[in-house]
Structures are given as structure tokens and as C-alpha cells.
């Protein structure tokens, strides 16, 4: 077999003609080719690859996003360019230099959308921090509004109503200046600060005792002078008449106590009070002739009850005298015909009891009374 030809095919290869251009000489280092001919010196990819990914991060730093996207962009058209010219100047590229630089330029624009994601991030953070510190003012304003207006609604309520206790003060002082209308007490009353119901009790009118009312009447009360300061008492219970002391003989509320009981015997197993009540009783009222004392249930059963056996008007006279005397026997409360008086109510005069059914349940046919 016959050896390949090593001869020069000059077909190829063009004549080169001499030029006094200086660029047209031998570069320092490039060496020719086979037919004499300068070979075209290829740029180094990877290294002009490095120079635009610096180039870009430089920029990046100091621009805008808008900028930070067309940087990448930018970089790849340069490489793209290089990259042609290159393979139309060397017809020998270099393949895998080209590759590893268009990696590096794939990580460069990863890494730079990594910093405008982290950015984006960071920003989104920051604002929504602004919004709960923007929130949490707002609630603590609101807080402070709210206290503001209770502080404020507390004032006006204690200024109306120090403006109201200032008028009712006013009022009062003109009605016990202007009172002239004399009233005579029913009973022992209770004499109240005011005419309401929780008002303190400040003392007592005694029965017949003469006041001075006002006119003024509230919840049940009626208003009068005393000592020369306003005072409630119950209403219902003041007498437009001077009471007329009854002469020996007259109504059993005038009578006094005392006497020999010779109609009935004292009741047995009895307290040394009913023991008295008995004995003045039957003294004052012969008529009477029948008494229940001690039985085994209730007051009855302790020795602190009795029984006065009588109907009518009659009843009421009886009634009324235990009631004028009871500090005597220290009497707790007394009941007939379906009303009671008691002395921790004393102020309230007979009041209407529950109906028990029978007359004698609803004591229509005897006095009761109850002694401490």
C-alpha cells in the first residue's frame, strides 16, 4: 500500500500577499500554520465567561430589580456572541470549556434569583412586622379610648348625682322651713331618715306625741318634723285630732294596769310574764272568763303564750290594751281577728295576716299573745 502524500495541496491555500499593516505581522507566541498562514488567535472562553459573571454581580449590587433580571439575560447574549465568534474563528472549540462556562453562568443568575427571592422575603417580613406593631398601637389606643370614656361617664354620673343630692337637700330644708300643719301620732312610730325603705331607723314617735308634717309622702311614708329635722314615718298612722285622755272606766287603751283577778285562776306551766299578763287582764276585763295558757306546741308549748277567749269589739279593747302596756310584759307580738302587731314592726301598726282557714286559726275567737 502506497504511503498518503504528505505534499502541500495548493489548491487551499491562497497566496498570502505582504501588507505594511502592523496587526498583519506574527503575534508573539501565535505560531503559523502548515501553509505559512497566521493562525487566528481563539479567546479564552472560560476566562471571558468569569469577567461578565463579575461584571453582572457588580452591577447587581448597586441596581434595581428590573436591572437584576436583565443582568443574567444580558450575560448569556454576551457569552452567545463570544461563543459564535469563536467558532467561526477556531475551527477547533474548545466543547467542554464552553460547557463548564455556561454553567457557571446558570449559577450565577440562580444564585441572583436566590438573593430577590430572600430579598422578596425579608421585605414581606418587614411589612408584615409593620402591620402587627401597626395593629397592636391600634388596640392599645382603643384600650386607652375605652378608660377614657368610662373615666369620663363615672364623673358625670357622680357630678348628676351630687347635683341631684344637692336639690333633694334644697327641697328638704324648704319643706321643714315651710311646714305648719300639726299632726298627732296613732301609735309608736319609727322615725326614718328618708322614705326609703332600707332607710336607718333614727328613733321613735310615741303614741300621741304632736308633729309638724311637711305634706311630702313617698313609698309608703309620710314626712314630718322632728327636733327640727326631716323625718319618715309610716303612713296612715297621724291623727288630725289631739287624742282626748279617757276618764277611769273608758277604753280599755286607757286603762290602767293593775287590780285583782278574781273571775279566773292563773294558767299553769306559764312564764312569770303571761303569769302577770294573765293577772292584769282578768283584772281590767272580768268579763272575760276563759284563758288558754300552756299546750305542747309553739309559744304554748315554752310557757310564752295565752289564749284570751273572746269575739268581737270586745277583743279589739283587749288588744289595744296589751299593745298601750306591752314593755310591762314584754310582749312580742299580738294577733286578732286575721291582723298582727308586733314590736319589732311596731312602726307598721296591724297588719293583715294570710288566711288559716277556721275562726279560731285565724284567731276571730280569741286574743293571742306572745311574750319573750
Not at 465567561?49 to 439575560?73: H, S
Not at 287590780?259 to 303571761?274: L, W
Not at 295558757?293 to 310557757?303: E, I, K, L, T, Y
Amino acid at each position: 500500500m502506497a504511503e498518503p502524500s504528505h505534499q502541500r495541496d495548493d489548491r487551499l491555500a491562497p497566496t498570502t500577499t505582504p501588507s505594511d499593516d502592523p496587526s498583519d505581522a506574527p503575534s508573539h507566541g501565535t505560531p503559523a500554520g502548515p501553509s505559512g498562514r497566521r493562525a487566528v488567535r481563539a479567546v479564552s472562553l472560560p476566562g471571558r465567561v468569569r469577567a461578565l459573571a463579575r461584571e453582572a454581580r457588580g452591577v447587581v449590587r448597586g441596581a434595581p430589580r428590573r436591572v437584576v433580571v436583565a443582568g443574567p439575560l444580558a450575560t448569556l447574549a454576551t457569552v452567545g456572541v463570544v461563543a459564535v465568534g469563536v467558532g467561526f474563528t477556531d475551527a477547533d472549540p474548545a466543547p467542554a470549556s464552553t460547557a463548564s462556562s455556561l454553567a457557571e453562568i446558570t449559577d450565577v443568575a440562580t444564585a441572583l434569583d436566590d438573593r430577590e427571592a430572600a430579598t422578596s422575603r425579608s421585605v414581606d417580613r418587614a411589612a408584615l412586622a409593620a402591620q402587627e406593631a401597626a395593629g397592636s398601637v391600634q388596640e392599645q389606643y382603643d384600650a386607652w379610648r375605652a378608660s377614657v370614656d368610662t373615666i369620663a361617664a363615672q364623673r358625670a354620673e357622680a357630678q348628676a348625682a351630687a347635683e341631684q343630692r344637692a336639690a333633694e337637700e334644697a327641697a328638704t330644708a324648704e319643706a321643714v322651713a315651710n311646714a305648719d300643719t300639726t299632726r298627732w301620732a296613732t301609735t309608736d312610730l319609727n322615725l326614718h331618715t328618708t322614705a326609703s325603705p332600707s332607710a336607718e331607723v333614727v328613733g321613735l314617735l310615741e303614741e300621741g306625741a304632736e308633729v309638724l308634717v311637711t305634706g311630702r309622702s313617698a313609698n309608703g311614708r309620710e314626712e314630718v318634723v322632728h327636733d327640727g329635722a326631716s323625718r319618715w314615718v309610716t303612713a296612715g298612722y297621724l291623727d288630725s285630732e289631739e287624742p282626748v285622755a279617757a276618764a277611769p272606766g273608758g277604753s280599755a287603751a286607757a286603762r290602767a294596769s293593775g287590780g285583782e283577778c278574781t273571775t279566773s285562776s292563773t294558767p299553769s306551766s306559764v312564764s312569770a310574764n303571761i303569769a302577770a299578763l294573765h293577772e292584769s287582764v282578768c283584772a281590767a276585763f272580768p268579763q272575760v272568763t276563759s284563758y288558754g295558757g300552756w299546750r305542747g306546741d309553739g309559744d304554748h308549748g315554752r310557757g310564752l303564750a295565752l289564749d284570751i277567749m273572746v269575739r268581737g269589739d270586745l277583743g279589739w279593747d283587749i288588744a289595744e290594751y296589751i299593745r298601750a302596756n306591752y314593755t310591762q310584759w314584754n310582749v312580742n307580738y299580738v294577733i286578732y281577728e286575721q291582723k298582727i302587731w308586733s314590736v319589732d314592726r311596731s312602726s307598721e301598726g296591724w297588719r293583715s295576716m294570710e288566711d288559716r282557714g277556721s275562726d279560731t286559726a285565724n284567731h276571730y275567737d280569741h286574743v293571742h299573745v306572745s311574750v319573750y
